[in-house]
């Protein structure tokens, strides 16, 4: 059985290998970084094999995960290119903005390719990944990317057009920063640390892990947690008066922005 090569051996590809591992992933998985600590690290850690040169793990590859940054992309992939790399499998890119065409250019056949944007969640088992793929992708080709992300939590398929703005509204970023808000305001109204970071995590996680295995709306949930002219109705009216929605879609258009910021970096030949 060939391998699961990844390419980076950072904090994703660190979520990724933890959730591979409760879920007993049966695959050989080997990763390759160019600092030799962080291959210590995961060695010791996750059990995984680990190759400090790059064209032997390339060369090994059934699936290649590209976990490096965006803004190194493109000297891996010139690497890969100028070795004349030949090997036929699937690679599949995590940086986030570089869309599949500008991937196919720095590296094309018989490197078949698709982009995915795991959740560091995954490392729990309870991760979100989103792929697309090229349009003449092959069965094969969407089923063992499809089984590998399945390892680590849901799987959704969406249009690369969708691409960034899924990326920016998936973020767990979102839910532990408002985590963070929340628990600071509760302290300043005097609970104490733990009573209100149990009381914020409830109002977050437990709420929402409630609707997603129900079957109500969330406007339906909303308006029962939020009783006209009570407690929650005013601190939600109060939320919307201060601009609470355009801000949170302020935020994601500036994440998008810097997603198309990347795009545009990896068409202009620039090199992180």
Known sequence: ??????????????????????????????????????????????????????????????????????????????????????????ACSLAAGIPLANLQKMLGPPVHWVRAMPSPVARSGCGLTALTFPPRSSRADRALVRNFFAQVGEVVEIPEKRFDAFTVTYSASHGYHALTALTRAARNLGLEGKIASAAAAHALGDAIVAWREGEESL??????????????????????????????????????????????????????
């Open 1 to 90: 059985m060939k391998p699961t090569v990844f390419l980076g051996g950072g904090r994703i590809t660190s979520a990724l290998l933890a959730g591979l591992g409760l879920a007993k992933y049966k695959a050989p998985v080997i990763v390759h970084d160019r600092n030799p600590h962080k291959l210590r690290a995961l060695k010791k850690e996750f059990g995984v094999s680990t190759e400090p040169e790059l064209l032997p793990a390339v060369a090994q590859a059934k699936l290649l995960i590209i976990a490096v940054r965006p803004g190194d992309v493109e000297r891996l992939l010139h690497t890969l290119q100028e070795a004349r790399t030949s090997a036929n499998f699937v």
């Open 219 to 272: 406007d339906s949930v909303l308006r029962e947690a939020a009783t006209p002219g009570g407690i929650a109705a005013t601190v939600m009216n109060s939320l919307d008066k201060a601009g609470y929605r355009r801000i949170i879609l302020r935020a994601l258009q500036a994440g998008a922005a810097r997603a198309r910021q990347n795009a545009k970096a990896a068409r202009g030949g620039r090199r992180g």
